[in-house]
């Protein structure tokens, strides 16, 4: 069974400070991993994905196979990151998503 | 161009009532999916299309959950006889692959069921 943990319900932290997004997973084949990212009011969408090994919004993401985890990383945060945050896990016809977390940047 | 559309965005019902929830994907999206989002939790999957053909129901909690999608385009899922575990948000989202990636979601109906 595939299955996504993220350990944090809420990481709060000061504009300008290093973020760290925590995501594992559980998974038997060969993962695909995702970051989707709710603002307030809006809808889900997606942040990143692994293979595309791209930085958005100056988020970055690295897959670790040996520790099963695909942590997200920004170096220094801003207010408008202040968001739900969704690790999300490809198996066959499906997306598996953690419980999330919500990411608040004080000024 | 247009997201994916549903409607509608609030919905009441009593318990024991029946409901329907629509899901306009984006056009020419293969792929259309349905999650259910209870409160402070992810979005679970409930089932999958591809076309009109659905491929994975493996999701539905129980057979009162009833999706289609009979022309390829459009979704309904129905909820008979509903319970008032069933109040979460329900999202719809559409891919233009035969694989599930990049999925694109709708701002989801928010169900209460009384």
């Given at each position: 069974?595939?299955?996504?943990?993220?350990?944090?319900?809420?990481?709060?932290?000061?504009?300008?400070?290093?973020?760290?997004?925590?995501?594992?997973?559980?998974?038997?084949?060969?993962?695909?991993?995702?970051?989707?990212?709710?603002?307030?009011?809006?809808?889900?969408?997606?942040?990143?994905?692994?293979?595309?090994?791209?930085?958005?919004?100056?988020?970055?993401?690295?897959?670790?196979?040996?520790?099963?985890?695909?942590?997200?990383?920004?170096?220094?945060?801003?207010?408008?990151?202040?968001?739900?945050?969704?690790c999300a896990l490809s198996g066959y016809s499906t997306l598996t998503f953690g419980k999330g977390t919500m990411l608040l940047v004080s000024p | 161009g247009a997201g994916v559309s549903q409607s509608p965005r609030y919905k009441v019902a009593k318990r024991g009532q029946d409901v329907a929830l629509r899901c306009d994907p984006i056009?020419?999206?293969?792929?259309?999916?349905?999650?259910?989002?209870?409160?402070?939790?992810?979005?679970?999957?409930?089932?999958?299309?591809?076309?009109?053909?659905?491929?994975?129901?493996?999701?539905?909690?129980?057979?009162?959950?009833?999706?289609?999608?009979?022309?390829?385009?459009?979704?309904?899922?129905?909820?008979?006889?509903?319970?008032?575990?069933?109040?979460?948000?329900?999202?719809?989202?559409?891919?233009?692959?035969?694989?599930?990636?990049?999925?694109?979601?709708?701002?989801?109906?928010?169900?209460?069921?009384?």
């Open positions: 069974a595939q299955r996504v943990t993220q350990p944090e319900k809420l990481l709060s932290v000061f504009k300008g400070a290093p973020v760290e997004l925590k995501c594992n997973y559980s998974y038997s084949g060969s993962p695909e991993l995702f970051w989707y990212v709710q603002y307030s009011r809006q809808r889900l969408q997606l942040l990143l994905r692994h293979i595309s090994r791209e930085s958005i919004k100056g988020f970055t993401a690295d897959l670790n196979k040996g520790e099963t985890s695909f942590h997200l990383k920004k170096p220094f945060a801003q207010e408008e990151d202040s968001a739900m945050y969704y | 056009s020419g999206h293969v792929s259309l999916f349905w999650y259910q989002q209870a409160l402070g939790q992810g979005p679970e999957f409930l089932t999958y299309f591809q076309n009109e053909a659905q491929l994975d129901k493996s999701g539905l909690p129980s057979d009162r959950f009833f999706a289609e999608r009979p022309e390829g385009s459009v979704s309904t899922l129905k909820i008979q006889r509903t319970q008032q575990e069933d109040s979460a948000v329900y999202l719809c989202a559409s891919s233009p692959q035969r694989s599930n990636q990049p999925q694109h979601f709708g701002d989801g109906t928010r169900l209460s069921i009384l």
